[in-house]
């Protein structure tokens, strides 16, 4: 394994390198309701359920910015397109989860599950630009 898995992230994928790094910030701040090493899954729950907002904000501009021009379905498709290149980039680390950085950029992939989240900017009047 590569010292740092998000120095080797390949050009196209390496915008995601700094939204990462932010994300493993805020999770570093993230404090679990139950024993992760009994509790696994839950801690992971638990996780998601206190740190998406965060992780959504932080995905959000450079997602919009990069694949947004008008189109929500042209923008899914677009994010589709990037979870399965990193999807498919990611295999060989699959069994690496200890590293912080791939357990970060496997949540990532199942983020970018919901494209429909990163143009919904958190105003209560505009929910769900994704129809």
Same mark, same amino acid.
């Given at each position: ?11 196209? =994928?390496? &915008?995601? /390198? @700094?939204?990462?790094? *932010?994300?493993?910030?805020?999770? $570093? #701040?993230?404090?679990?309701?139950? /024993?992760?090493?009994?509790? @696994? *899954?839950? /801690?992971?729950?638990?996780? =998601? ?9 932080? =995905?959000? $501009? @450079? =997602?919009? *910015? ?5 189109? $929500?379905?042209? &923008?899914?498709?677009?994010? $589709? ?18 590293? @912080? ?14 494209? *429909? ?10 929910? #769900?630009?994704?129809?």
């Amino acid at each position: 394994m590569p010292k740092n898995i998000l120095d080797e992230l390949p050009a196209d =994928l390496g &915008f995601l /390198a @700094p939204c990462v790094r *932010e994300t493993l910030s805020v999770r $570093a #701040n993230y404090r679990p309701s139950v /024993a992760p090493e009994t509790f @696994p *899954e839950q /801690a992971y729950e638990d996780e =998601l359920n206190q740190c998406s907002t965060d992780y959504e904000r932080i =995905l959000r $501009a @450079p =997602l919009v *910015e990069r694949f947004y021009t008008g189109s $929500a379905e042209l &923008f899914g498709e677009r994010v $589709a397109a990037l979870r399965s290149s990193l999807l498919n980039w990611m295999e060989p680390y699959k069994m690496q989860m200890s590293a @912080p950085e791939v357990r970060m950029l496997f949540t990532v992939i199942g983020n970018l599950s919901h494209p *429909e989240l990163y143009l919904n900017d958190g105003d209560d009047a505009e929910q #769900n630009r994704f129809t």
